[in-house]
């Protein structure tokens, strides 16, 4: 029966005599077995195995020994000595970064706070200003109510009068003045009217707006690569045994993976080119190619199909109106209604895009410059440079609103003809035309899930904000579509295609309509954050 090995006796350090046979002196080595034996052990448990006397072995490992007391000395105790005194740098690093971040976190927080203060006051004044025109108008209408009441018990006593005692002629005149369309009943005021319905679950919104929170590498187990000393024991190791050691370390290291953050609703060929591209509010979109304007379903299907005489440069849908609007090659701007174009309004110059905005003011973009106009063509405002001023928009090619804060994105091709420097870019401007930021393609060199993300120079081509204030930006070189916080930071990469990004647009449900290569429509679904 075989010995459990917990029963294997051992020898204890500094014991002298053998293990096996008792008082027997351990002054021989076996070779084989790399341990101390008596003279005894070489007739049983180490019989036939190579055996050296012990004092023939001992000078190389004394020499071993003075070689790891003279290694550790110069080598690991240094090195240790160095991780020991940096412990000091990195407790003051730490406590500096994590002040730093709390100070930053802080602020952030009391910025959103003034700006909900903000928000609030400006709500309760427009609310003040509506109760005060409401209050004007209904005191008008009781005094004409009251006006109104008293002639007509004037005009009572009148006819009583003329009754009682009025001659043929007065009472003809009477009956004349009766039913004389002079008079009326005062028409009831519109007043203004207001919601408020308090968001239930604010939480997203407010991580938007709170910022991004990132935290790596807190509880992880370096690997030799990460750590440059190693230890005397490491360095007697032989390669293969420092190779599975490393293994074992790696396999320690925790490894995280993202989940799918966009997925492809639907993907269809259309059955017309598709220029640009804007949604409808009952999942519908116009797209426009050429001349010609077509409706389309989710699927695909044409609902509907308009051509123009003169070719349409882009298209904007009304959120006031639902209307479709376009500018065309012959500077017209023209509103679609039951199924014809009608003209609103001409520009000087050519229009390049479009944007019908909230407040139902319809912004057109020329070169060097963007304009505000009323639906009936006068200009509120513009953003053409005085004099030999550098033009805030050089190229305009698309323009999309914000529809929470009202700020406005134009894709800019910055073309050296208009003033521009030749690099795409998109800028974001305020209600005033004043610039907020502009956004030009960078990419943080930490965001690095694909191979994609080194690629060619940066050319947006379709920009639409979705419900949140996000942008997104069609970039048509790089086959893709690049999600943008409303401040102008990166967040991410929605989608990347194998052909060229032509439009973008958002439905009421935030599902994302992307036109590759013309005619490929995917209809993704994307997350915001």
Not at 505 to 517: C, P
Request: charged share 25%; aromatic share 6%.
């Amino acid at each position: 029966m075989a010995t459990a090995i917990s029963q294997i006796p051992l020898r204890i350090k500094g014991q002298t005599t053998c293990i096996h046979h008792r008082g027997r002196q351990l002054d021989l080595y076996c070779e084989k077995c790399q341990e101390l034996v008596c003279l005894k052990c070489l007739s049983s448990t180490h019989k036939s195995h190579p055996v050296s006397e012990l004092s023939e072995i001992t000078p190389q490992k004394e020499t071993d020994i003075k070689n790891f007391i003279d290694r550790t000395e110069k080598n690991d105790l240094v090195q240790i000595e160095k991780y020991i005194a940096s412990t000091d740098t990195l407790l003051k690093d730490n406590t500096s970064t994590f002040e730093k971040l709390s100070q930053k976190l802080k602020m952030q927080t009391d910025q959103l706070k003034q700006q909900l203060d903000m928000l609030t006051e400006q709500t309760l004044s427009l609310y003040r200003k509506m109760e005060e025109d409401n209050t004007n108008l209904i005191k008008k209408y009781k005094q004409d109510l009251e006006m109104y009441e008293k002639q007509l018990k004037q005009q009572i006593q009148e006819c009583k009068a003329a009754l009682q005692r009025g001659s043929h002629l007065q009472i003809y005149d009477t009956y004349c003045e009766i039913h004389s369309p002079t008079q009326s009943l005062p028409v009831k005021p519109v007043l203004g009217t207001a919601n408020f319905t308090p968001n239930e679950n604010p939480q997203d919104h407010l991580k938007e707006a709170f910022g991004k929170v990132i935290t790596s590498g807190q509880g992880q187990i370096l690997t030799d690569q990460d750590r440059s000393v190693k230890t005397s024991h490491d360095l007697g190791q032989t390669s293969s045994q420092q190779q599975q050691s490393g293994a074992k370390v790696k396999k320690a290291v925790k490894t995280y993976k993202l989940l799918p953050m966009t997925k492809v609703v639907e993907e269809w060929e259309s059955p017309c080119g598709i220029y640009s591209i804007c949604s409808t509010t009952d999942g519908q979109v116009w797209t426009q190619y050429s001349d010609t304007l077509t409706l389309l379903d989710r699927k695909g299907k044409v609902i509907q199909e308009v051509r123009h005489s003169a070719g349409v440069n882009d298209i904007s849908l009304s959120l006031t109106t639902h209307t479709l609007w376009v500018c065309d090659k012959q500077n017209n701007i023209m509103e679609l209604v039951s199924g014809r174009l009608t003209h609103r309004f001409r520009t000087k110059e050519f229009p390049k895009c479009i944007c019908v905005t909230a407040s139902n003011h319809v912004i057109v973009g020329m070169a060097k410059h963007i304009s505000k106009f009323t639906t009936d063509g006068k200009m509120v405002c513009t953003t053409m440079a005085k004099g030999t001023g550098k033009p805030l928009v050089c190229s305009p090619h698309r323009i999309s609103e914000c529809p929470v804060t009202h700020t406005l994105a134009v894709v800019d091709f910055s073309s050296e003809s208009d003033g521009g420097d030749g690099n795409q870019h998109v800028v974001v401007m305020d209600t005033d035309f004043k610039e907020l930021f502009v956004y030009r393609g960078d990419i943080p060199s930490t965001y690095k899930p694909t191979p994609q993300t080194e690629s060619e120079p940066f050319y947006p081509w379709g920009v639409v904000y979705d419900s949140v204030g996000n942008l997104i930006i069609g970039d048509y070189n790089n086959y893709r579509v690049l999600l943008i916080s409303g401040g102008g930071e990166f967040l991410r990469v929605i989608h990347t295609d194998t052909d060229c990004t032509w439009a973008v647009g958002v439905d009421r449900e935030d599902v994302l309509w992307a036109v590759f290569g013309c005619i490929n429509v995917k209809l993704l679904q994307y997350s915001s954050v």
